[in-house]
């Protein structure tokens, strides 16, 4: 299973439009995915139309609960997803002072089955906090939404900073699978000129695939649907897709 932190401190990068977009383009694709919602926002979770989650992955961070317990179905293709709630604005408070806070969560994804899904995504809130800290320390790979309109280079220093410290100190083995440019409107130089920055900073880390501004993203959460499902042949269904491709093909060529 390849578990993939989606984070971005900045606020608005296309974190979850990304990671519960993504998950439907994989599963799709017959690959299954559970999606782990972070935000104390709760956005994914409710994009995936679940209610009543009680108090989601909270339970795992403060009551020992187990992530298993918490999984919950979707009517998305392959995915399945663990819910977050309002209760996660708390989880730096609890777990101020605890041993071993860090890496709760990581802990808990070493139980999972591993065999159930090829994917684990985990969409983490717009903070380098504790839950950032324990996606990071649990997963093997972060994947970087940036959005174009923003040249984010300042914010991606931090983040990066922030990837290095996790590394050194919790987790060798993470890598960078990807940054991934999202909102980029085609009919401003602008957008353009931000991707092509990324790519002479970062080269090869920055995925050939990008994601077009398009109405229909923004739309579908409404619905309760991924845009797989919403609009299929819309420039977000594609973007999305190409994206599933280009992670599935860096599969390539490991093990
Ligand atoms: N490609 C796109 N085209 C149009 N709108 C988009 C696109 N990607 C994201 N958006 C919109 O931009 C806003 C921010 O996107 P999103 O919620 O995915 O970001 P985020 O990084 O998860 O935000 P937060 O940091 O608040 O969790 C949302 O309103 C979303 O609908
Ligand atoms: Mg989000």
């Given at each position: 299973m390849r578990c993939i932190a989606i984070t971005n401190q900045k606020g608005g990068s296309g974190k979850t439009t990304t990671a519960v977009n993504l998950a439907a383009a994989l599963g799709e694709k017959k690959r299954r995915v559970l999606v782990m919602d972070l935000d104390p926002q709760c956005s994914a979770t409710s994009w995936f139309g679940i209610k009543n989650t009680d108090k989601g992955i909270f339970r795992a961070f403060v009551e020992n609960g187990n992530v298993i317990d918490i999984i919950s179905q979707t009517n998305v293709p392959n995915v399945e997803v663990v819910p977050a709630s309002p209760?996660?604005?708390?989880a730096e408070k609890a777990l101020a002072g605890e041993v071993?806070?860090?890496t709760i969560l990581r802990r808990q994804v070493?139980?999972?089955p591993t065999d159930r899904w090829e994917y684990l995504l985990i969409d983490c809130p717009p903070a380098l906090g504790i839950l950032t800290?324990?996606?990071?320390?649990?997963?093997?790979e972060v994947l970087v939404p940036v959005e174009a309109h923003v040249l984010a280079l300042e914010g991606l220093a931090q983040l990066l900073q922030t990837i290095d410290v996790v590394k050194e100190r919790l987790n060798p083995e993470l890598t960078i699978c990807g940054i991934l440019v999202c909102r980029v409107d085609r009919r401003t130089r602008h957008a353009q000129e931000v991707v092509e920055q990324l790519q002479s900073r970062f080269g090869e880390l920055v995925y050939k695939t990008v994601i077009r501004?398009?109405?229909r993203l923004a739309e579908c959460p409404s619905f309760g649907k991924p845009i797989t499902l919403y609009d299929s042949r819309s420039y977000g269904a594609q973007d999305?897709?190409?994206l599933a491709v280009e992670i599935i093909r860096q599969e390539r060529g490991r093990e």
């Open positions: 209760w996660l604005v708390g071993g806070a860090e070493r139980n999972l800290v324990n996606a990071l320390a649990a997963a093997g501004e398009n109405v999305y897709r190409a």
